[in-house]
């Protein structure tokens, strides 16, 4: 990586950086919300938020994974840049085929996830893509449903980390601790 690039990288994720806006008590009192949707409105940098998850792909990722619902939005078209597939896991009662499901625990109450037992095919390599790792239930729960279909999840990169939740000792507890994990923007507090 030359120094140009390094600085572009750097301006890029300080562009990111500054189009995330904080509403506090929000979905509930107590809770500081980080919001994504001024980013997503701008062109340069939703284009630069894009450009760096592609950027710290492996090669060779076969599927990316999405979260409902912002998972799409951000996942999708990385997957159009890396040249594979885009599978979505979803709330239940949303895909139409069989699915497999599993529960968890987030930072303010409880959700449930499914995937088709078909979404991809045993062997893939399996980028995960987010807007947010916070407390890490979503995505050890997504580890648990690519496991389940005999995919290899090969890396994780999210726009951002909220690190003062702790998400990698719950990742590290549900055995993702070796998993490279790439956050754009980290929260620290």
């Known amino acids: 990586m030359t120094s140009t690039t390094q600085t572009t990288s750097v301006q890029r994720r300080a562009l990111i950086a500054s189009l995330i806006r ?14 994504i949707t ?10 630069a938020t894009i450009d ?6 492996p090669a ?4 990316v994974v999405g979260m409902e619902a912002r998972g799409f939005i951000v996942g ?4 159009i840049a890396l040249g594979a597939g885009f599978v979505p896991v979803r709330k239940p009662g949303k895909l139409p085929a069989e699915t497999y499901e599993v529960s968890y625990d987030l930072e303010y109450g409880s959700e449930t996830l499914t995937i088709h037992t078909d979404a991809i ?3 893939s390599r399996v980028l995960v893509v987010d807007d947010v790792l916070a407390t890490g239930g979503t995505l050890a729960a997504t580890a648990g449903l690519i496991q389940r279909l005999g995919a290899e999840l090969v890396h994780v990169s ?19 601790g070796e998993t490279a994990i790439t956050a754009l923007v980290t929260v620290a507090s």
């Open 121 to 123: 095919k045993p062997g």
């Open 52 to 57: 760096e998850l592609v950027a710290t792909a």
């Open 22 to 35: 904080d509403i506090p008590d929000f979905p509930q009192q107590g809770v500081g919300f980080k919001d």
């Open 158 to 176: 999210v726009l951002m980390e909220l690190a003062f939740l702790q998400p990698r000792q719950l990742l590290a507890r549900a055995g993702l």
């Open 38 to 47: 001024p980013l997503l409105g701008d062109a340069a940098g939703f284009r």
């Open 60 to 63: 060779g990722i076969d599927v």
């Open 76 to 79: 999708a078209p990385v997957a």
